[in-house]
């Protein structure tokens, strides 16, 4: 016979599995779904993550950390209308809320609404102007109003106030690069590769920096790594062909052209410095047959035609001549 207390403990037993049971085999709570998206999010399952989040959602319609998290996902999905319903939606019940206000600010950046987006930051400044994000999304817009020294000055205080921010890094870089101040483009580039070495356009676009400095053999590190991460990566290829015609690599330069061609058949570029590597390299046949297929690719401008056609032109009279 059972005593009361053993009674008693075996019907907890019974309870917890029961509870168990349908933990894993029974219906699922809204929080449930929330942090098993969270999860997903963090391992950039987004899909998952988006599919548990809307069904927290149709579960629990005041459940607002499950609703902008919704708009994160879908956000990262390039929903863009989606995710503004969702931060929306989390705006109506908590107004003001400075999170949502940002990201809402992001998606107008994102969709074009410059002064929507204008507008919105201008309110978070008020709140508060030494935040990072912020500073760093104003150096976006600035950009596209072609504000570029106001975008550096934005970027550059982003960074003061967060220097972990990549991608103010990688923005500031550009413009640093576009108006040639590029040993502070370089600087800029490998701090941000400090925080993500793995990354692989950054890889790509300190590889074009340094070759103005004809750093070749820096140039060949960082878009090798660009395309170990990325075997279809033509421009790295190109960059690659480039760094070894430089170094007087002919062959290994034309390798590395034929893998950019490869990837993408209309790479006009690549076209034109492999024909240029098949010259240096007196592969002058190929050479003639790659410059003509050059001049058939879309892209290319009437005085860069001009000036291929008179080259093949006198690169085919050398060839008779011989």
Known sequence: MFTVAAAGLALTGVVVLLWLFRSRFGKKSPQWYYNSALEDYEVKAFDLAAKKLEKAVAA???????????GLVYLKQEKFEASRQCFETVLEAIPDDPTT??????????????????????????????????????GLLCEENAET???????????????SNINAH??????????????????????????????????YLLSTVLAKKSDWDEVIKHAS????????????????GLAHYCL????????????????????????????????????????VETFTAYLSKKGITDDEKAETKAHLKALKENLASQ
Not at 149 to 163: G, H, P, R, T, W
Not at 271 to 279: I, R, T, V
């Open 170 to 203: 990688i923005f500031l870089a550009k413009l640093l690069n576009e108006t040639d101040q590029i040993d502070a483009a370089i600087t800029h580039f490998k701090k941000a590769l400090s925080y993500d070495e793995n990354h692989i356009e950054l890889n």
């Open 225 to 240: 790594i660009a395309t170990q991460l990325d075997p279809n990566h033509a421009r790295a290829f190109n960059q690659l």
């Open 101 to 138: 206000i940002y990201h809402l600010a992001i998606l107008d950046y994102k969709t074009s609404q410059l002064e929507k987006a204008q507008e919105r930051l201008n309110f978070l400044f008020k709140k508060n102007v030494e935040d990072s994000d912020l500073n760093y999304l104003q």
């Open 149 to 163: 020294e106001k975008a550096i000055e934005s970027y550059q205080k982003a960074l003061a106030l967060n220097d």
């Open 248 to 287: 007087n690599q002919f062959n290994e330069a034309i390798a590395q052209y034929q893998s950019a061609i490869k990837i993408d058949k209309n790479y006009a570029n690549a076209y034109n410095n492999l024909g240029f590597a098949y010259q240096k390299a007196e592969q002058l046949d190929a050479a």
């Open 60 to 70: 629990d319609t005041h459940f607002m950390d499950a609703y902008y998290n919704l």
